[in-house]
């Protein structure tokens, strides 16, 4: 629309991208890169208010990414006493039923109090659907 506002506020994008997989592929053909880190965020006034970082589980710097990410937006934490870094499993494909696990710093929390940021269920894992 002439708003702008998905490419200037994030305005969920992501219901979009999703819309168009769902719309556009058979599921056997979904696929969720994982194997190597993304950063992806909204900064405003200073600080990350939307998105955070996720690592893939075979980025072999993905502790320097991590590192790097938290001297940046959320000084004086190092990634060894950090309490925002958390663990997802992730499954990549229906066609594999491994889960493997990524570890993420989140903004906060969804509205269904969640970590935000991959949409982690509360069991810590995060299917194909």
Known sequence: D???LIFTHRCNDLIFQTAAVRLLLPRSRWFRFADWSYQHHTVRDGAVAWGGIETGFD???ADAALGDYLARW???ET?????RVRVCHVQSS???S???PVRFIPHG???WNWLAAPYC???GRLPIW
């Open 121 to 123: 269920n509360k069991n």
């Open 2 to 4: 002439d708003s702008a």
């Open 98 to 100: 491994r889960f493997r």
């Open 79 to 83: 990634l060894a006493d950090s309490t």
């Open 59 to 61: 980025d072999p710097n």
């Open 109 to 111: 929390r969804t509205r």
């Open 74 to 76: 959320y000084p004086p």
């Open 94 to 96: 229906v066609n594999d």
